[in-house]
Antibody
Framework: QVQLVQSGAEVKRPGASVAVSCKASGYTFSTYWIHWVRQAPGQGLEWMGVINPGGDTTTYAQRFQGKVTMTGDTSTNTVYMELRSLESDDTAVYFC???????????WGQGTQVTVSS | SFVLTQPPSVSVAPGQTAKIPCAENNIAYKTVHWYQQKPGQAPVLVVYDDSERPSGIPERFSGSNSENTATLTISRVEAGDEADYFCQVWDSHSDHVVFGGGTKLTVL
C-alpha cells in the first residue's frame, strides 16, 4: 500500500539545522509531488513547500524562502527537508504529504517532532 | 494570497448534522479539500474536489462549495467524529497551498 515513513524526533539548539526524511513506498516515486506541512503545538497546519521528486523542482512558501531546502533521491525513494537557523518558533510536528491529484493530499507521513530548545 | 476563514469550534449532539464552513471571497471559483485530524495523528483526507469522497470515508461526510463559502457537512454525527477539521486550497496563481485555521468539532 502507499506509505510515507518519516525519520524520528529531533531536538536541536537554536541556530542549528535539522533534516527530516520521508521515504515513499507502494507507488512510482517520481510520479507524485511531495509537500511539507508543519504544525506548531496547539496550532493549525502550515504549508512549507513542495518538491517534484523526479526533477527536483521546488516551490517554497514565502516565509520559508532561504530557510528551507527540499531535495529528492530517486535511488532510495526518499525526500528530504532541511530547515536552517532554527528558532524556538520552529518547534513543531513536520509532515510530508503526497499530492494525489489536483492539489489535495491523499497520503501523509506519520509526522516528525522537531524541538528547538537551548 | 488569500485567507481561508473557519470558526474555531463547532458543537453538535450525537445523531445531528454538523456543518463546518470555510469562507473566502469567491471561493466557489477554487477547488476545496477537507481533512480530519485527531489528536496525535496525521491529517486524513475526507473530501476532495469540493464534494468527492475518498474510498473508505463514510457517506456521512459530504462537501459543497458556493459563492463565498465551502462547507463540510457531517450527517448523523458520532462520537468518533470529534476532531479538528481543516479546509485547504491550492492557489494556481502563486502555486502555493493555503489551509484554513481549523475547526474543532465537539460532540456533546
Amino acid at each position: 500500500q502507499v506509505q510515507l515513513v518519516q525519520s524520528g524526533a529531533e531536538v536541536k539548539r537554536p541556530g542549528a539545522s535539522v533534516a527530516v526524511s520521508c521515504k515513499a513506498s507502494g507507488y512510482t516515486f517520481s510520479t507524485y509531488w511531495i509537500h511539507w506541512v508543519r504544525q506548531a503545538p496547539g496550532q493549525g497546519l502550515e504549508w512549507m513547500g513542495v518538491i517534484n521528486p523526479g526533477g527536483d523542482t521546488t516551490t517554497y512558501a514565502q516565509r520559508f524562502q532561504g530557510k528551507v531546502t527540499m531535495t529528492g533521491d530517486t535511488s532510495t525513494n526518499t525526500v528530504y527537508m532541511e530547515l536552517r537557523s532554527l528558532e524556538s518558533d520552529d518547534t513543531a510536528v513536520y509532515f510530508c504529504a503526497r499530492a494525489g491529484g489536483f492539489g489535495w493530499f491523499d497520503t501523509w507521513g506519520q509526522g516528525t517532532q522537531v524541538t528547538v530548545s537551548s | 494570497s488569500f485567507v481561508l476563514t473557519q470558526p474555531p469550534s463547532v458543537s453538535v449532539a450525537p445523531g445531528q448534522t454538523a456543518k463546518i464552513p470555510c469562507a473566502e471571497n469567491n471561493i466557489a471559483y477554487k477547488t476545496v479539500h477537507w481533512y480530519q485530524q485527531k489528536p496525535g495523528q496525521a491529517p486524513v483526507l475526507v473530501v476532495y474536489d469540493d464534494s468527492e469522497r475518498p474510498s473508505g470515508i463514510p457517506e456521512r461526510f459530504s462537501g459543497s462549495n458556493s459563492e463565498n463559502t465551502a462547507t463540510l457537512t457531517i450527517s448523523r454525527v458520532e462520537a468518533g467524529d470529534e476532531a479538528d477539521y481543516f479546509c485547504q486550497v491550492w492557489d494556481s496563481h502563486s502555486d502555493h497551498v493555503v489551509f484554513g485555521g481549523g475547526t474543532k468539532l465537539t460532540v456533546l
